[in-house]
């Protein structure tokens, strides 16, 4: 008797990369980094290791999530994936704000325990105070290029700005505030956005503060933390509503993301990471012997980039293998 092996190989990108859009944000009720799809579908907790997290960020080329969390007192990073927690900075007082400068490998962090905005390496090394004395600093936003870093004060109801060594202190917008809680930049088209949160208000000017406009008011704001933009739209989460929203930049169509099972939302970040996956998916593979021939029935779920299949055979006692046949 002669005995057989038969194979399928695949023709073309043995793997493919394609962009997934995802939503990041802290639970700090639950104590919790989430994941979900941009549109708020397939909710999913990836970490259970924070203990009261608040500002999170994203590093999608290094495909890491870090935050700041008030319970561990500590600088955080995990994977995308949930593995590898690590404490980058510990023993801070009660940090909430976090923003990541890759081009010149730092983390930026607000504590508003110590009244200070403070900076370190991305490994958590070399810790500095930049700007002292920021009366409850509750969110951070970098304009690397330019060498800015925007900051709300809470306390003093208002958004300010330095340079990224913490010198030459602005005061940007400073009337109309009641508690300022997000800052977030638009630098393609120069502006400024940041959230009132009692009031329930989102406004935005430009980055020298003026030409302030309200976007949104309660009740479709409900008392919005961080704000995040990305692709023409802001995201934020609302503390009394427990829920994740979404408009245009220009507050118009407000949608609800995620409107239950969150215990105490704090910040969320929509961010787009790279996804690989094998071009082919197989159903079934048969062989089915017919006299001294064999048919081979294969099915497929799904192919991208696929330009074939090409069937190979072994016979026993060789070592080489033989193409039959090429199926385009």
Not at 6 to 25: D, I, M, P, R
Not at 41 to 53: C, E, H, L, R
Not at 56 to 80: F, P, Q
Not at 84 to 99: E, H, Q, S, Y
Request: one cysteine or more; hydrophobic letters at 40%.
């Amino acid at each position: 008797m002669r005995f057989v092996c038969t194979v399928l190989f695949v023709h073309g990108c043995w793997s493919s990369t394609y962009a997934q859009s995802y939503l990041y944000l802290t639970d700090r009720g639950a104590g919790q980094i989430i994941r979900a799809n941009i549109d708020g579908s397939n909710i999913v907790t990836i970490s259970n290791a924070p203990a009261s997290p608040r500002g999170i960020t994203v590093d999608e080329s290094n495909r890491h999530i870090y935050w700041v969390d008030s319970g561990l007192d500590c600088v955080c990073r995990i994977d995308l994936d949930g593995g590898n927690f690590t404490t980058l900075v510990a023993g801070l007082d009660l940090p909430v704000g976090i923003a990541l400068d890759l081009t010149n490998n730092h983390i930026y962090w607000s504590d508003i325990g110590t009244d200070r905005i403070e900076r370190a390496d991305l490994n958590g090394a070399n810790v500095t105070t930049i700007v002292a004395n920021v009366l409850n600093a509750r969110d951070i936003a970098l304009d690397v290029n330019s060498g800015k870093m925007y900051w709300s004060d809470f306390d003093a109801a208002k958004v300010r700005r330095a340079n990224l060594d913490g010198s030459s202190v602005e005061d940007l917008v400073t009337t109309g505030l009641t508690s300022i809680w997000g800052v977030a930049l638009d630098l393609q088209n120069s502006m400024l956005y940041w959230s009132d949160h009692v009031p329930g208000e989102l406004h935005r000017g430009s980055l020298d503060g003026s030409g302030a406009t309200t976007l949104l008011a309660s009740p479709a704001v409900e008392q919005p933390r961080s704000i995040h933009l990305s692709n023409g739209k802001m995201y934020w989460a609302s503390s009394s509503g427990k829920r994740v929203r979404r408009a245009d930049v220009d507050g118009s169509n407000v949608e609800t993301l995620i409107a239950s099972g969150l215990s105490d939302p704090h910040s969320v970040v929509a961010s787009s990471v790279f996804e690989s996956s094998l071009p082919v998916e197989l159903g079934e593979f048969r062989a089915i012997p017919s006299g001294s021939a064999v048919h081979l029935m294969w099915t497929t779920l799904s192919e991208t980039n696929n330009a074939g299949f090409e069937v190979q055979h072994l016979e026993a006692g060789q070592d080489d293998w033989r193409t039959l046949s090429f199926i385009s």
